[in-house]
């Protein structure tokens, strides 16, 4: 159990990269002003803090996640980019290639490129290299995703139907409302940092706005997802404060024409992230909770031989065992639209057919679970073919209560 905190350190890392490489484009548009304006590393470091410090936000950081990569992938293609390594072709094929990368690991990021790459190529110089470039280097990368999910066996054209319409489907009839947008309104200190923040930018940068691609993107990104993204989990909100960091230090450079203000600023910064940091710290110092979970997850694991099947939901079930159905995990959603609804609705075979009684119990039956968690959080359809298989295998099995509820555990 200890290869989840490797985990855990390898999303935290990912997220470290991908906020030093937006800080560096950050850095490379203040350079680019008509009066240069240098930004230290400690302004960087505390902008970061104050967002990266609030309680709504940390937990984040600190999760099991794979969009940190992706996100900090996009970041350093666009700075490179924007550093003018190389010619406009060879720069336009690369940044298009890492960019495609990103989008194939994390498709809503396909709006931010898209939006980035127009501004570029309007903004830029010899404007028919750099389309063709993008051309180029977007669609190399666009085959070699799909080649590699042949290989796997997965067909490209489904998998991406069902990473792309599935969340449009939840998000429009799950009845989260517009969640992104009533936290970012409710988290009132960090909203108002932004919002300072992006009116700073243009009072900084004025004479040279009409060539800031990469905020304008960022801007436009940020305001697109506060309309189209309805649910309010932090894994939707907390990555649109930590973008929304790239406008923070343009706050710092403003105040730096009243001294006294700059400094003012500054300390309150501190203090802000001090009051954040040791009421955080002292929480996850306290390492109960999860202890008695990680127990509880050993101890339901013991229970399992090594390659043998259970059911439960994600939250409840020892990690390192097989799952006897095809459905592992479902989406909750506050108008009961969940995921299986959405994977019947999508009807995109062979996959939604996967999703009936009918298949369930099939799979109980040919992968019989060592451990049951009954009051697991299952889809309807999943318990009820659990319980026709428990109407029919009943004394094979004795029951247990434990951590995680009432367990039903196949008699050895």
């Known amino acids: 159990y200890n290869l989840l905190f ?30 240069p304006v240098r930004l230290p590393w400690r302004v960087g470091a505390l902008a970061v803090a104050v967002i990266a410090s609030h309680p709504a936000i940390i937990d984040y950081l600190v999760e099991f996640r794979l969009d940190s990569w992706p996100n900090a992938l996009l ?50 110089d010899q404007r028919p290299k750099r389309v063709v470039g993008m ?45 992104v947008y009533e936290i970012v309104l409710a988290l009132k200190i960090l909203r108002n940092v932004v919002i300072a923040s992006i009116v700073a930018w243009p009072l900084v940068g004025w004479r040279r706005i009409h060539r800031s691609a990469f905020e304008i993107a960022v801007l436009l990104f940020l305001i697109l997802q ?38 003012v600023l500054l300390a309150i910064a501190v203090l802000y992230v001090a009051d954040n940091v040791l009421p955080s710290y002292r929480g996850y110092q306290d390492g109960t909770a999860l202890n008695a979970d990680l127990e509880a997850r050993k101890a339901l694991e013991a229970q399992v031989p090594p390659g043998h099947f259970v059911i439960a939901s994600i939250e409840t079930r020892p990690l390192f065992r097989r799952d006897a159905l095809y459905q592992h995990h479902n989406s909750y959603a506050p108008s009961g639209y969940d995921g299986t609804r959405v994977m019947q609705e999508l009807n995109v075979q062979p996959y939604s057919g996967n999703f009936t009684v009918d298949k369930a119990l099939a799979a109980i039956e040919a992968h019989k679970p060592d451990l ?34 009432s367990y039903m555990v196949r008699k050895r």
């Open 372 to 405: 049951i968690i009954t009051n697991a959080r299952l889809p309807g359809y999943v318990r009820t073919a659990m319980e026709k298989y428990l109407a029919k295998h009943r004394d094979e099995y004795v029951h247990q209560d434990g951590f995680f509820g």
């Open 135 to 179: 051309l180029a280097g977007g669609l190399g990368m666009l085959a070699l995703g799909a080649g590699f999910l042949l290989a796997a066996g997965h067909n490209p054209v489904d998998v991406y139907r069902l990473a792309l319409r599935y969340h449009r489907v939840l998000n429009d009839k799950g009845g989260f409302g517009h969640g």
């Open 226 to 263: 506060l309309k189209m993204v309805g649910f309010g989990y932090k894994q939707y909100y907390a990555p649109w404060y930590l973008l929304a960091i790239a406008f923070l230090p343009y706050l710092e450079v403003l105040t730096r024409r009243v001294k006294v203000l700059n400094s």
């Open 6 to 35: 490797v985990f855990r350190f390898l999303t935290a890392i990912g997220h470290v990269v991908f906020l030093v490489a937006m800080l560096m484009n950050v850095a490379l548009s203040l350079r680019e002003l008509p009066t």
């Open 75 to 124: 970041m350093i293609a666009i700075y490179r980019y924007r550093s003018r390594r190389w010619g406009p072709l060879r720069s336009s094929i690369e940044l298009a290639a890492l960019s495609m990368a990103a989008i194939l690991c994390s498709p809503k990021l396909v709006l931010f490129v898209g939006m980035f790459g127009a501004l570029s190529i309007v903004m830029d």
